[in-house]
């Protein structure tokens, strides 16, 4: 459904994540209104990683909004691996708690993917644990991570078509990249991925009729790798002293692409409403309905 694309004056079409997002935000609280019972999502943080805690709070308003029960557990950076564990377990056995999520990064003292891990698959709502990625690599998309769902649904919004599309991937994170590339190719889209060993950077992504820089470098993609009318798709943030700025040099691509996400605004937004929308379908999957 193409909505709130706004064009610029040469005609690129600024893809409006954050109107994306607040009418997917929208729709969700409608639907919960009409629920018999109040979807329910547990945050757990380890540690006081000041970034963290921000997403961690905004994650919380987002719940508020849309009328979902939410609870942050916080707990101090020492605490035992098998502590966090235990917890996520206890959380695993509630019946009010329909989505689980551990904010990363944890302590260097804890393994990220064990915390993952420990969620139980129809209850993981980022989507990053073994089991729903492996359903993502064969094909049977089940929960798929935010981000990456979040970019789905941009590229699909501006009614470019996937299948058959040549999609570059720059940067190939489990959280990101990867994923985002395994969703492109399961829509039938061919994939490339370039990363740190890639040697023709340019070459590649000038051939992309899409293409997702997902690398936190700061505007690495410059004009002369787009290929004119190309879907641009910026998911890098850096913070920088003018403010977020992302891995596209957003003022000259602008004058190529033929769509493009800004930052921040873009891809950002809709991450955030991907973690509600997968958080109600959970629910709703163990409510049966
Ligand atoms: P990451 O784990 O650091 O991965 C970065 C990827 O970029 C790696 O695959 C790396 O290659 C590749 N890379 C680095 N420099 C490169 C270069 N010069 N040329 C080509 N590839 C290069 O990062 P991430 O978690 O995927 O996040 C990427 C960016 O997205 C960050 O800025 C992050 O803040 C942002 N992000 C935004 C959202 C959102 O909601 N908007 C969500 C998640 C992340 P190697 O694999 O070879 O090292």
New binding site residues.
Partial sequence: MPVALGHDEIGTKIIDGKEHARLIRREIRRQVRKLKFTPGLAVVQVGDDPASTVYVSNKKKDCQYVRFHSEVHRMPTETPQATVIERIQALNNREDIHGIIAQMPVPDSIDGDAVINAIAPEKDADGLNLVNLGNLLINREKTVP??PA?IIRLIESTGAEIEGSRAVC?????????PVGLMLLNRNATVI??????RE?VSETQQADILV?????PN?ITADMVKPGAVVID????IAESGFV??VDFESVKEVAGYITP?PG???????AMLLENTLKLALAQRGK
């Fill in positions: 935010c981000t979040g720059v940067g190939r994170s489990n959280l990101v990249g990867k991925y370039c990363h740190t060993r890639t950077l820089a997902a690398v936190g470098s690495l998911v890098g943030i850096t992302g891995d930052v873009g891809v950002g937004p809709m991450t955030r």
